[in-house]
């Protein structure tokens, strides 16, 4: 008598597992996308609101054109507003200034012993509270300076040559051809926050340089590694506006002419706020920041390890895209001639999911590790090897 298979399952009590396999091996495994919106139910997923539907598109060269042109003509954020030419420093309330009056020590020197009080933060707004304060004459909280015979002179909102002009008919009533120098000595009225991923953030005052974008990135260090470019936030009066650095640059935009005001705050964010995420039969699943805003397929999957070639389908590389209350799914046969140049230049968006299937064989024994557990397939191959009874 031989060993009976069958009668071996229903004595450990597994024979509902013989027609579940018999029925499994009618399937095709592998990825099934439902295009239908429906849930594993059948419901409708407009019925039920639960699910979004989804439109597949396969990658070609033709799509790949057409998501690139999408992307040239896409609407930026007006930033006109912040474009500007650079303009002359105009006097402020809380600047000092330096006043000298040729052949008149008598006046300078009252600049120096008696004209001015505790300046408290120096040359500009960034230095410490601890720095000596600079001998000169403040610019009170109306706009006005108190100058020897001159008496109370509103400067505020004049450039240094305005203000000297001014200064000077002033004297010119009691003094034959005045002379004299009048220049800023502490930036203290205006000033700009610069935030984020940058070396050293903080306040930067606004001073006789020009206070573009740039100015002020550079004054904070600079852009760290961390930092996206493409992710650069100026708030404004409380409105945000988000700029894109290598866009403006591709565009001919010179990122220069953004010119920050008094109040500005400047934040740079990190990359980790774009990020695109990779799964399935890959590598190493992984969620991988953008770079300056731009990410390829071919570099996701790259810096993912690549499909797996145990178990990956490589024509089956999927792009699952979010648009409003859809889903867009892209696919890649990767084993189609030209499908790595497809893939670099297809780009992706962040919060994009690139998902790799998985092949039908690695899917079927899968399934029948399912259902012949690993202690179970020991016992059948041990039972195997018992021959006909003697």
């Known amino acids: 008598m031989g060993f009976n298979f069958k009668a071996s399952l229903k004595k450990w009590g ?48 033709q799509l790949v054109k057409a998501e690139r042109e999408i992307r040239e003509k896409q609407v930026t954020q007006d930033i006109s507003k912040l474009l500007g030419k650079p303009a002359p420093y105009t006097i402020a309330a809380g600047d000092v200034l330096s006043i000298v009056v040729w052949d008149h020590p008598e006046l300078s020197n009252s600049a120096t012993s008696g004209g001015a009080g505790p300046i408290g933060l120096g040359s500009d707004a960034s230095t410490a509270a601890t720095t000596a304060p600079p001998a000169g004459f403040i610019v009170d909280q109306d706009g006005m300076i108190q100058f020897p015979y ?77 930092g996206d470019q493409s992710q650069v936030v100026v708030n404004r009066g409380g409105t945000n506006y988000h700029i894109n650095l290598p866009q403006l640059v591709q565009r001919g935009v010179n990122p220069a002419t953004i010119m920050l005001t008094d109040g500005d705050v400047v934040r740079v964010r990190s990359r980790d706020e774009s990020k695109v995420f990779v799964s399935g039969e890959v590598v190493q699943p992984r969620a991988l920041p953008m770079y300056n805003g731009r990410l390829s397929l071919n570099e996701a999957l790259g810096e ?42 297809f780009e992706l968006y962040p919060k994009d999911v690139v998902y790799v299937a998985a092949t039908p064989l690695a899917n079927w024994h899968r399934t029948i590790s399912l259902i012949l557990p690993g202690a179970l397939s020991s016992a059948v191959g041990a039972a195997g090897t018992i021959g006909p009874a003697r």
């Open 150 to 226: 001159a008496g109370s002179l509103k400067v505020e909102g004049m450039t240094q040559d305005q203000a000297r002009n001014a200064l000077r008919t002033k004297l010119a009533k009691y003094l034959r051809d005045p002379k004299l120098t009048l220049r800023i000595q502490s930036y203290r009225s205006k000033r700009v926050y610069v935030d984020g991923e940058v070396k050293s953030p903080g306040l930067q005052a606004i001073n006789d340089i020009p206070m573009t974008l740039l100015e002020a990135i550079n004054r904070a260090g600079g852009v760290l590694p961390t």
């Open 14 to 61: 597994v024979v509902a597992a013989v027609p579940l396999f018999a029925a499994c091996s009618s399937m095709s495994p592998g990825m099934h996308l439902n295009t239908q919106g429906t849930n594993s139910s059948g419901a409708s997923a407009q019925g039920e609101g639960a699910l979004t539907n989804a439109t597949l598109k396969p990658i070609t060269p």
């Open 304 to 345: 993912s390890g690549g499909v797996n070639p145990l178990s990956g389908d490589g024509s089956q590389i999927y792009v699952v895209r979010r648009n409003g209350t859809d889903q867009i799914v892209y696919q890649l046969d990767g084993k189609a001639p030209g499908a790595l140049a497809m893939a670099e230049g």
